[in-house]
């Protein structure tokens, strides 16, 4: 029903989650996951351009076009490439990525060679407990103490080389996600394809409810996230406002959960942008959808990144909570359920600030405040009024 919030179709949710899960995708190895998100895009009706590496920008529209607004999600993940191949046939790896190879230790992956896939397992230096007893356990974690074992007839640097294996080479991971009753879904690769997957979720809904938003909107499917670089090349219409959609960390300091939708405040690349934020936390409070606000202190986004390129942007991120970020992550159907919703609402909500369309050239009339409470806190130590110190007074 028109104004009502929109209720993502949570089927196609898991579907399009589990169909991209079958995808490998790490960083740089993208093209077959692009083709599968520019496939879905195409029937929902939504139009799209490709960027000459990839990057999928599309636009949902609405009822004016500036100042628009910006969604992305990431369709890269974490995995690794051939760094080596050993004297006796294995191979050594090097990360794609930010993460620790304790994670990577008894997964199974697949080579991607010039000649075809080869499946194998990665394993520590010292994989055998019934040959080193404890010296299993004390072998440090780092990538020079894991290697690639194929499941082939090798045991040679040339045999290796005869399958066709070669630098560069690379190695996604299995992904063995697991939808279980409880409502939890635990995979690899949550990170991002949870996130996109709740935003083609929420791009459905809206389209399924007939509701035009107020502005355009595009979503972008970025595809470097993971190496830093993301969203900097990706924008280039009037948008104002930019919203990151990406995992939040569910561990001990933070204070996101696997049942709901976070409101990043600040990560590695500092605040996010006060009256945006604040925007989607109302949002969220307005539609009952639980939420809750965290910071995180080792993490960069597409958001950032759009930001560090240089673009004038005010910025958000949304996330869903998940235990074991960048290793067999879990998270649950609510919070995906949840984010959806919130992205749902945002694509349905008037801009921040209509003003934003155009630079405010010689006057303060139009531009934002921050101190919006009437009584400030006071200490023996008398201040001037905030009013008093500004030439031009609010709304003179």
Known sequence: MPGQLPEPDL?????????????????????TIVRYV???????????????????????????????????????????????IHANGRIGLAPVGCWSSRFAEGSRVSLFSDRGVLRGSVLPLLASGHTFNTQVDELP????????????????????????????????????????????????????????????????????????PPIDCHPLFTITEETGSGAAAALPWDVSEFVGIDIAPVAPGQQSSEQAVTVAMQDSGGPYDYHLTRHLLRLA?????????????????????????????????????????????????????????????????????????????GSLKRFSRQLEHDAQMESETRVPAVDSLLRHKPNA
Request: glycine share 6%.
């Open 11 to 31: 089927d196609y949710l898991q579907r399009v989650l589990l169909e991209m899960l079958a995808i490998p995708s790490p960083t740089g190895f993208t093209d």
């Open 38 to 84: 520019a496939e879905q895009l195409e029937e929902l009706g939504i139009p799209f351009e490709l960027t000459r590496r990839g990057t999928i920008r599309a636009t949902l529209k609405g009822r004016r076009y500036s100042p628009d607004r910006a969604m992305a999600v990431h369709l890269d993940t974490i995995g690794a490439v051939v760094r080596e």
């Open 141 to 212: 974690i780092s990538w020079d103490h894991v290697e690639l074992r194929l499941d082939a007839m090798t045991a040679s640097q040339a045999d290796t080389q005869t399958l066709g294996v070669a630098v560069g080479d690379f190695v996604a991971f299995d992904p063995l996600p697991e939808f279980t009753e409880s409502g939890h879904i635990s995979a690899r690769h949550l990170d991002d394809k949870a996130g996109a997957a709740a935003l083609l979720a929420a791009l459905k809904s809206v389209l399924d409810s007939g509701q035009e």
């Open 285 to 361: 409070e307005n539609h009952a959808i639980p939420v809750r606000r965290d910071l995180f202190r080792y993490y960069h986004s597409d958001a950032q990144s759009a930001v560090a390129a240089g673009h004038d942007i005010r910025t958000a991120l949304l996330a869903f909570g998940c235990d074991a970020t960048h290793g067999y992550e879990r998270t649950h159907l609510d919070g995906l359920a949840a984010l959806s919703r919130l992205i749902g609402a945002y694509l349905l909500s008037p801009p921040v600030f209509a003003s934003d369309a155009r630079p405010q050239s």
